[in-house]
């Protein structure tokens, strides 16, 4: 008898598809940590852009101030936009008040599964749609524009990425850096069941090289390296040509079989 049932929320169906992104259980640690990691990079680099902090520092330990203002910008992290109509997605993860051209930008940040880019991206735009319409009449801006920031839990990004990274003005550099920060991120452990033989727990790691400096992606799952099935590579979207990267995928975790007699 094999047994797939997921060893962080105890649901059948312990597939790698729901380890990196669908497990209610990890939903609220390590998937929201992913998410803010990429919402930490992005907030930073339009904070120096406006002089609103004076210098850089790893994204890791980059603790965004809640607002941010001087004279040529406003910038929010994580805040609730008081609306006077009653509007359900009113907390976007940054907004930027670009008060030299009374402009705003909605950023949003999202990571789902490789398959559901292009949906993830549009789902995104329209669920701001309202907030767009209320804070045009509420802050005096001339513009509004909503931004997705849409990268997948294997690191891959959709082609319209580089036109919402020209709307924030930011260098196409930063996509190096949120693909490295979602990868690093994507190291999950579970829980050792019972029947696990080999006493080390099942690992989901996937340590990345930095890719600038030509360094080779290598994901660290000896652990699970049994029940890995095929090699795959993945080609990351990249100003610079391709940047492509082996990736060790597998369906499913390894099953550990209870043993006959
Ligand atoms: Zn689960």
Not at 12 to 21: A, D, K, N, Q, T
Not at 66 to 80: C, G, P, Q
Not at 98 to 124: C, F, Q, S, Y
């Amino acid at each position: 008898m094999a047994l797939d049932i997921c060893r962080a929320c105890h649901r059948p169906g312990e597939s790698l598809r729901h380890i990196v992104s669908g497990c209610s259980h990890l939903a609220n640690g390590e998937y929201l940590h992913r998410h803010n990691q990429v919402a930490r990079i992005v907030h930073q680099q339009l904070a120096l852009r406006f002089g609103l902090i004076d210098f850089e520092m790893p994204y890791y330990r980059y603790d965004p101030t809640s607002v941010l203002e001087n004279s040529s910008a406003l910038l929010y992290w994580d805040r609730t936009i008081i609306t006077d109509r009653y509007i359900t997605a009113n907390r976007p993860d940054i907004v930027l008040v670009d008060r030299l051209v009374r402009r705003a930008i909605i950023v949003d940040i999202t990571i789902p599964h490789d398959d559901n880019l292009v949906k993830a991206e549009k789902e995104k735009v329209s669920k701001y749609l309202d907030l767009a319409d209320e804070i045009t009449d509420m802050w005096n801006v001339e513009s509004i524009v909503i931004v997705p920031i849409v990268v997948s839990v294997n690191g891959l990004l959709a082609k319209s990425f580089d036109q919402h990274l020209k709307k924030l003005s930011l260098g196409c550099w930063i996509k190096g850096r949120i693909q490295k920060a979602v990868l690093e991120t994507a190291r999950i452990e579970l829980p050792m069941l019972p029947s696990c033989l080999n006493g080390s727990p099942a690992l989901v790691n996937a340590a990345l090289v930095d890719p600038r400096q030509g360094g080779r992606t290598s994901l660290g799952a000896s652990q699970v390296a049994a029940g890995f099935k095929r090699r795959k590579t993945v080609e990351f979207v990249s100003s610079s040509g391709g940047l492509s990267v082996d990736m060790m995928m597998t369906d499913d975790l390894p099953t550990f079989k209870k043993q006959t007699d």
